[in-house]
């Protein structure tokens, strides 16, 4: 999706905290994340190998069709993608960053962030934080109305909390300090009592939430970016949410264009909001539409689609001469990883179940064997051309200023060897696969993600390096699985799961918890220790107000992480977006640019 302004929030809105899933949720996570002080954002740089052919820095991120759009005309969106969106669509209840995408077009975040990824005073609500009473007054700054014609009032913004934490709600926010730190809110949560004690609504535009402590993150993200539509929703338990009419069929938001109408899983169609509350949008409407990647180039050239979100970056060395087409790019708040099974979620008590000893990964060195056996220098070159490279911290060079060099594994398959001989991993029976420490056959069960061109090359070449240094990986159910089965069955443990590759989309804030808390559902590889929950903690602590302090924490959490390694950072990214040319004000910067707004996008007729 764009990282134009009016997208940022929706990113930090992915992960709870970071991103989400490939995917993301919030403050969005989330992933689907946020930043402060002296995060210089001008210079996201990070090293890397220059053997690759394309390089994100050298690609605009606005385009040069700017000015005053017409307020007529249709964009055509294609959102590039061979499985369909699964239609949950509301910030409080989505999963994955399609639905976060299509949301993003119709609802927007009631605060607005700059490139320093802190929020701002631009938004429909303002916020003033009294660190001595350890309060935030919230205040509704300006007139706005639900796509219903509905007036927005604190209380829908009142109510995301009050959804989010009711203990009903069974979707994956509401575990990061944004939320447990209100005063009251995690008693709410578990059933204990009726409100939240630390919120207070004043008036229909002021409400006062009262903190146990306030933490850097906050500013940064860790206030819920979104109202929710109370009156929408009214008589519909919260636990029928997720699933009801209202939120998969006719979803409202308050953003320059409301829904028309859905196709399920495959398109939304927008009309512009005349009640929109910064001004008059700048087209007649938005179609957006579920492309396959094998096509969605073609769509580009032919002009069925004026702009293709999630263009597959694999594909652009063949198209990237495409005549009426303007490329942006920039670095992408996002990574992929391979992910190791090392316990369950515990439903009952909403939290890591961590047991090594039980699990088939549980043993690091095998772990280690299989980070020293891949070349990821060469699979972003070979797969991407350079526009993704070898990731080394799951803090990525997106939050540079965060970022720490951190020592990892090089590629060596004779060293990987070593360290499993030295293990006990030995080829018993001479088939050329060793056999566990106990002499038991060993087989890795791998899930990899279907779609795109390159997804079965990819996954079998990383197989392939195992191979070679002994380890009998296979595919889980012998296939390439879809997006939203795959998350499923990710998410939900599934015991044919030993390992999986997939991507995290990281929020504003530089802050991990929301995927590697001990009470975070976003923590697939179940991974959870003493020393992870107090880096955490400090890392979003009153002290880590002190950025050398908050730095320097997150330096040893990116170290444990490389001696732990629950997950294996595999490339980090860069994105590509064909613009047609006759788009108006289309922009992948970060940070607030009113005049890049989604509502000041237009098209030329």
Request: aromatic residues 12%; charged residues 30%.
């Amino acid at each position: 999706m764009t990282k134009s302004a009016w997208s940022r929030i929706l990113f930090a809105a992915m992960l709870s905290l970071v991103l989400v899933l490939a995917a993301c949720g919030g403050g969005d996570k989330k992933d689907d994340g946020e930043k402060k002080d002296d995060k210089d954002t001008s210079d996201k740089t990070e090293e890397k190998s220059t053997e690759g052919e394309f390089s994100y820095e050298d690609f605009d991120q606005t385009v040069a069709n700017t000015g005053d759009p017409s307020g007529t005309g249709t964009l055509k969106v294609g959102y590039t993608s061979d499985t369909p969106f699964e239609g949950t669509l509301n910030w409080a209840f989505y999963q994955g960053s399609p639905d976060a995408t299509m949301i993003g077009y119709f609802d927007e975040a009631v605060f607005s962030m700059d490139a320093d990824f802190q929020y701002t005073q631009d938004g429909l609500i303002t916020y003033e934080v009294d660190e001595d009473a350890k309060t935030v007054t919230f205040t509704l700054a300006h007139d706005a109305k639900w796509h219903d014609g509905t007036p927005v009032t604190i209380e829908d913004y009142v109510a995301s909390y009050e959804v989010i934490g009711h203990p009903d709600y069974d979707g994956v926010r509401g575990s990061d300090e944004g939320f447990t730190l209100i005063e009251g809110y995690e008693d709410y949560q578990a059933g204990k009592a009726d409100k939240i004690s630390g919120i207070e609504v004043k008036d229909d535009k002021t409400a006062v939430f009262t903190y146990k402590e306030l933490a850097p993150s906050l500013t940064a993200g860790g206030f819920w970016a979104y109202a929710f539509p109370k009156h929408h929703y009214e008589g519909v338990e919260v636990k029928d949410m997720a699933a009801s009419d209202q939120t998969r069929k006719n979803p409202i938001g308050i953003g320059p264009y409301k829904v028309k109408s859905i196709t399920t899983g495959e398109a939304v169609i927008l009309e512009k909001n005349k009640d929109y509350w910064r001004g008059e949008p700048g087209m007649d409407g938005i179609e957006i539409k579920v492309i396959p990647s094998s096509s969605i180039a073609d769509a580009v050239e032919k002009g069925d689609v004026d702009v293709a979100l999630s263009f597959p970056t694999d594909q652009y060395p063949d198209v990237s001469e495409m005549e009426g087409v303007e490329w942006l790019a920039n670095i992408d708040g996002a990574y992929t990883y391979i992910g190791f099974k090392l316990g369950e979620w515990d439903a009952d008590k909403k939290e890591v179940n961590y047991k090594p000893e039980e699990m088939k990964m549980g043993d690091k060195e095998l772990r280690r064997a299989m980070w020293y056996a891949m070349d990821n220098d060469a699979v972003g070159n070979k797969f991407y051309h350079g526009l993704r490279w070898k990731a080394t911290s799951l803090i990525t060079p997106y939050h540079a200023n965060w970022h720490s060099d951190v020592e990892v594994p090089e590629y060596d398959p004779e060293k990987a060897k070593q360290i499993l001989a030295d293990a006990g991993y030995e080829d018993v029976d001479g088939d050329g696969f060793v056999e566990d420490p106990d002499g038991e056959k060993l087989e890795i069960k791998f899930a990899s993600m279907s779609g795109g061109d390159i997804a079965e090359p990819l996954t079998n070449y990383y197989i392939q390096s195992w191979k070679e240094i002994g380890l009998n990986v296979v595919k889980t159910n012998g296939r390439l699985i879809e997006f939203n089965s795959f998350y499923d069955m990710v998410g939900e443990d599934d015991p044919e799961i030993d390992i999986y590759q997939a991507a995290w989309g990281v929020g504003s804030d530089v802050d991990p918890s929301g995927l590697y808390g001990r009470k975070a559902s976003f923590n697939y590889p179940r991974y959870a220790s003493e020393e992870n929950d107090d880096l955490l903690k400090k890392g979003n602590s009153t002290e880590a107000f002190d950025v050398d302090y908050r730095k320097d924490i997150y330096n040893q959490w990116q170290e444990l992480m490389v001696e732990e390694m629950p997950v294996i950072p595999t490339l980090y990214r860069s994105y590509v977006i064909p613009v047609n040319e006759r788009v108006k004000n289309w922009s992948e910067e970060y940070g607030f640019n009113e005049d890049t707004l989604l509502y000041r996008v237009g098209v030329d007729e």
